[in-house]
């Protein structure tokens, strides 16, 4: 006679998922709380002491609730899920970073920094973890921390969307070049800027914001030699053209700075910016039939 098989650990948490894919997402964490807590010892502070099996089949069916739970925009519920599925199966790097991933959506930075930790201390070379703590740095204005721990991961691990990675570092970069450019630290920005110029040479966005670091630096040679190439890469780029305007008038050269801005006009003559440089920069001309002061209409009088 063949031993009965011992039941599947998971089947248990069945009911608790079928609430959950039903919206009743608060009840679903109760009830898969309860049934792993079940037929197990607790430790000092309450926490059950299940068996591995039952261990493991309850943090991931706590992990699947709470999948669900962020679907349904129930952020709280989730938390609570994966609070208890990380205390169910403390060695697993991905309930770390699940749970540290869901914290610094809800804001609660210092305990995702915490999770994430975890997940990094289990797994050293866990890319979604380390992405994910130095964006947590950036949304902390650490960028320049942030960025140093891309640009490594950048250098040690294969991308598996190095598209999305290269869109999220160079707006890393962007946001670091504009708080500097604000703080007045015009010569650290193209610093930035240069760094970045040589991770993605064809953005042309990132060549006319250094011509205008160096514009503001007073290197006004590099900011047109810059702008220019930014042109170059992208010839519709009117703001660019009046940045580079701006480069030629520093440099003295009036006419081709104006030739700019007509260029911009000739392809948008709305453009504001382009129409109210070259107004500045146009001299006004006396309207018709006016005369200088003391002329012969001055002294015309009326019969």
């Known amino acids: ?82 609070e208890h599925a990380r205390r169910l199966r403390p060695t697993y790097a991905d309930l770390h970073f699940h749970h540290g991933a869901l914290l610094a959506r809800r804001g609660k930075r210092r305990e995702a920094r915490k999770a994430l930790e975890a997940a990094l201390k289990k797994h050293p070379l866990y890319l979604a973890a380390r992405v994910e703590l130095a964006m947590l740095d950036a949304r902390e204005g650490r960028i ?45 920005a193209a610093d930035v800027l240069r760094g970045a110029v040589e991770e993605h040479e064809t953005y042309p966005d990132l060549h006319v914001l250094l011509g205008t670091a160096e514009l503001a630096l007073g290197h006004y040679d590099d900011a047109v030699a810059s702008i220019a190439r930014g042109l170059e890469l992208n010839p519709d780029y009117h703001a660019a053209r009046v940045q580079l305007a701006l480069a030629f ?10 030739e700019q801005l007509h260029l911009v006009l000739q392809a948008d003559p709305d453009h504001a910016p382009a129409r109210e440089l070259l107004e500045v920069w146009t001299p006004k001309k006396r309207a018709a039939g006016q005369t200088a002061p003391g002329g012969d209409s001055a002294r015309r009088k009326d019969p």
Not at 249 to 258: E, K, N, V, Y
């Open 144 to 188: 320049g921390e942030a960025l140093a721990a891309l640009r490594e991961i950048q250098r040690d691990d294969k991308i598996e969307e190095p598209r999305a990675f290269q869109q999220g570092l160079r707006s890393l970069e962007l946001a670091q070049f504009r708080r500097l450019m604000a703080e007045g630290q015009a010569e650290r």
């Open 249 to 258: 008038d520093a440099l003295g050269d009036r006419g081709a700075a104006t």
């Open 1 to 82: 006679m063949k031993p009965r098989p011992s039941p599947d650990p998971a089947a248990r948490f069945g009911p608790a998922l079928t609430l959950a894919a039903t919206g009743r997402f608060a009840d679903a964490v109760v009830q898969g709380i309860e049934l792993s807590k079940s037929e197990a010892g607790t430790d000092a502070e309450g926490h059950p002491i299940p068996d591995d099996a039952r261990a493991t089949a309850g943090a991931q069916a706590l992990a699947r609730i709470a999948r669900l739970a962020e679907a349904g925009q129930d952020l709280e519920s989730a938390d609570r899920a994966l």
